[in-house]
């Protein structure tokens, strides 16, 4: 039998998930899988990521391979995934997601509280850097790049005094030793999808990996998705969503934030589930209520 060819980022992190997938997929259907590396433009660019090319940055070059028969399944970071559909390709596969929240990676055991005051707190999201701005107004943001070892590196009392990351990535590389404090995602919601791992295959062959998709984390990743969509807010926007399903309901959370952390809009709906537009319509009431509020004009000051 053939291998599975499952298309991957070059990175540690990318290389980490993609190796959970392809132990999944060996699991669920006794598949065997090879990993093709491709280097994506994001991996490239040295530009902030809020200026750096926008959606599709780190998933372009591997929907291309896809489409070229380079790889049969393609992995991504689905908060990096753009959240218009695809004509060829879709997501046939969220597998169960890992942690959401973000994680505070500071030295000398600081918590955000207790950072002191001026601290310089790296981070590469603006989303991030307006949650930052509107907690600790006193802190100094500054704009990184690099993978996670790049990042924790820099945490020292001469460059860095904390960065700010991923738990989800944390986990998956077995660096959770690096975290001081977990940040709650009802006071700090996390970017749509974060966490969560989208499988990418060509229309038609979703059959290849669909024993691995989990129904209520699709359903969650899916509303807050959607919430970015109907912003018209693109993946680099200070939105933070986070949805849960929970006895028979599926709820969800959106915040949308000024730049300079001086605003913040928040909306919270729930819709019975499962339901077919569970997703959808939770999504579009806390749309509404955030594009009424002025959420347009915030997320419009941040492109």
Known sequence: MTALRIGTRGSALALAQTGLVA???????GASTELVTITTAGDRSREPLSRAGGEGLFTGALRDALLADECDVIVHSLKDLPTAPHADLTIAAIPVREDARDALCARDHFTLETLPHGAKVGTGSPRRAAQLRRRRPDLEIVDIRGNVDTRLARVSETDLDAVLLAAAGLRRLGRTDAVTEYFDLTRWPTAPGQGALAIEVRRGDEGLVAALDHIETRAAAEAERHVLALLEAGCSAPLGAHAIVDAGLLLLTASVYSLDGSTTLTASH???WPD?????DVAASASRELLDGGAAELTGAAR
Do not use: G, K, L
């Open 270 to 272: 729930a819709t019975e």
């Open 276 to 280: 077919p537009t569970a997703a959808v």
């Open 23 to 29: 132990d999944d997929i060996a699991t669920e259907t």
